[in-house]
């Protein structure tokens, strides 16, 4: 879901072109799977655009390529570091663990949690709307 609220919000902001977005994960358990199908239905009722996406691990050169990697829970924070060293473009997305609504079935509460983080990351990251 995180990708997609990010791809959106860029997007409303007139600022997409800055950003290239993408989600990965940290262990190749999902591989090839799409949107898991109760996520697909929260961004949908949430009116976030969404298309296939396929899971996968995170590769060295995403890795590298990257300016940031943003874990949604302290351990692919955890597994992030393990796998690619302590690495200051290695953040989590909240303060705390986005609850893993694989899990906890809750995805109206995964949704807000990252889209209030995603709103955060943006003002952190200084981003202003295109004029």
């Given at each position: 879901m995180a990708?997609?609220?990010?791809k959106y919000l860029v997007s409303e902001?007139?600022?997409a072109d800055n950003f290239d977005i993408s989600s990965a994960g940290v262990s190749s358990e999902?591989?090839?799977?799409?949107i898991y199908p109760p996520a697909k239905r929260e961004l949908k009722s949430r009116g976030i655009p969404f298309s296939f996406h396929r899971a996968h691990?995170?590769?060295d050169s995403e890795f590298n390529e990257s300016d940031l990697v943003i874990a949604l829970d302290s351990s692919n924070y955890r597994n992030l570091v393990r796998r690619f060293g302590d690495n200051?473009?290695?953040?989590m997305l909240l303060p705390r663990d986005v609850e893993d609504p694989w899990y906890t079935d809750d995805f109206k509460t995964a949704?807000?949690?990252i889209y209030s983080g995603c709103l955060k990351l943006l003002?952190?990251?200084?981003?202003?709307?295109?004029r």
């Open positions: 990708e997609f609220v990010f902001k007139g600022i999902e591989s090839g799977n799409d691990r995170i590769t200051d473009k290695i953040r949704f807000d949690d003002d952190e990251l200084g981003v202003a709307e295109k």
